[in-house]
């Protein structure tokens, strides 16, 4: 059971949107910056957004943050079949001392 | 260029110890928090250990406290995980992950990535 809650799979069309949640309390994304990372199979997991909503360098804008309260979203625009991945949700927790993932969402692009 | 390369994985019984190794290059080490992060087979990404940058603060997960400790030689560029007692709960990959932000402030998530060591605990 993870501390943060994300829907097991979304899916959407190529060229269309999604939105991927993330819920947590104020003991973690309450109070602290979230992270969005995308992770395929046999590979290392990539930082999409970092501090909510900033993108590191290299990360088109087709992927966006957002927190407000104790919930977080993860925007990505104009899917693309390689878009297709397990998307985890990330920030610290106040309270365990603690880095706390969610439980991931897997993206389909049909 | 940021390159973390995990090593140390393997098979071992219940009970048995290992160290997991993560060899950093391509920036500064020693200005740097690190994680270690392992995902089970089937399962999501799980949080074990972070270390400051300078080895003074020292952080573990609930679920391996007491048994895994985690430490760092910034002579040698090296992150390291010493894992105790296994179990086949312990059964993962192993990833180490340098933290988005220099400096030894928390909390400092992780940002770059190697691509994970395999410990597989089996009778």
Known sequence: QSVLTQPPS????????????????????????????????????????????????????????????????????????????DYYCGVWDSSLSAEVFGGGTKLTVL | QVQLVESGG??????????????????????????????????GLQWVALISNDGITKHHADSV??????SRDNSRNTLYLQMNSLTTE????????????SGSYLPNGPRDWGRGTLVTVSP
Request: proline share 5%; glycine share 12%; charged share 15%.
């Open chain 2, 90 to 101: 312990d059964t993962a990959v192993y990833y180490c992950a340098r933290a988005t932000f």
């Open chain 1, 10 to 85: 979304v899916s959407a069309a190529p060229g269309q949107k999604v939105t991927i949640s993330c819920s947590g309390n104020s003991s973690n994304i309450g109070n602290n910056y979230v992270s969005w990372f995308q992770h395929l199979p046999g590979t290392a997991p990539k930082l999409l957004i970092y501090d909510n909503d900033k993108r590191p360098s290299g990360i088109p804008d087709r992927f966006s943050g957002s927190k407000s309260g104790t919930s977080a979203t993860l925007g990505i625009t104009g899917l693309r079949t390689g878009d297709e991945a």
């Open chain 2, 65 to 70: 406290k007491g048994r895994v400790t985690i």
């Open chain 2, 10 to 43: 393997g098979v071992v019984q219940p009970g048995r110890s290992l160290r997991l190794s993560c060899a950093a290059s391509g920036f500064i080490f020693s200005a740097y928090t690190m994680h270690w992060v392992r995902q089970a087979p089937g399962k």
